[in-house]
């Protein structure tokens, strides 16, 4: 049949071909095997350093209700204390405000402060005054005006600012955290923790605009107009007292406590701070980075 001979001639082929004799393919594979061998190709894969504790029994004398601390390169978790539960943002909200505001104003367009808010923390805008955004920046994240968070708000459409905040959440899987207002005053649907503001700071320091805003100890702006002019002192008294605190955010009303959200840089290594609903954020915060000093390592090859 004939599937007899086409087989047949196809094995004697391929037999008188590649038999392991002297025959002109043979050498072709035998002595040139590197050209067919597949080639390795070495790839060293680059990682963060990771952290790790001394003693991990050791724990800072902290009065917050809600702590986070965090190894920012790697977001490895060094110290948690109720870091999921909802607490009241107070102005901490401004870190998210900041982020929506970046994306839908250019820093040197100008705003006129068509209307203003009384309450909390004021940087002193004034019906009339032009001011450029870059300005209010500088008043809500150095000086926590509320009034500069209201304003941005304001201008692009107060319930549609609100509305971005959210998608804000959203985007960086904040999944406990939700906002009503931009300056943080306290409101029954505005919560956060200190896990979901971990997330924003970091988002916040991928800015470097923003985050050298945050970090400014002390500065006097202007409107546009040389009219009005606003000192604005950080509220973060860390700021120049301890070496490596780079900012964040500050937040206070009465049913929120003392918050504040801090960048602490250190031998090469960063980190975030969160403290929620504490008695003395300021020395809670002193007394976590005298614990990283001291506590935590790192991992060497």
Known sequence: MK????????????????????SYYYHIFAYNRE????????????????????DPKSIPDVTAEGVYVVDLPS???????????RLFPASTTKIITSLVAY??????????????????????LVVGERITV??????????????????????YGYSKFIKLMNEKVKALRMSNSHFTTPNGLDAPNQ?????????AARELLKNP??????????????????????QLNNVNELLGEIAGVGGLKTGYTEEAGENLVSYYKTDGHKYIIVVLKSQHRFQDTKNIIAWIDANVLYLTK
């Open 3 to 22: 599937w007899y001979f086409y087989f047949a001639f196809v094995f004697f082929t391929l037999l008188f071909l590649f038999y392991p004799g002297d």
């Open 103 to 124: 994306d839908v104003y250019k820093p040197t367009q100008i705003i006129t402060v068509k209307r203003t808010i009384t309450d909390g923390q004021l940087m002193g």
């Open 134 to 155: 870059e300005n209010l920046f500088y008043g809500m994240l150095v000086y926590s005006g509320n009034d500069a968070a209201y304003v941005l708000a304001d201008n």
């Open 209 to 230: 605009y923003l985050a050298k805003i945050a970090s400014t100890k002390e500065i006097t702006v202007s409107d546009v107009d040389f009219k009005y002019f606003h």
């Open 75 to 85: 977001f490895t978790p060094l110290l948690e204390r109720n870091e999921h539960e």
């Open 35 to 54: 050209v067919f061998a597949k080639k390795t190709v070495s790839v060293e894969l680059k990682h963060d350093p990771i952290p790790y504790l001394k």
């Open 191 to 199: 919560y956060t923790t200190p896990y979901d503001l971990a997330l």
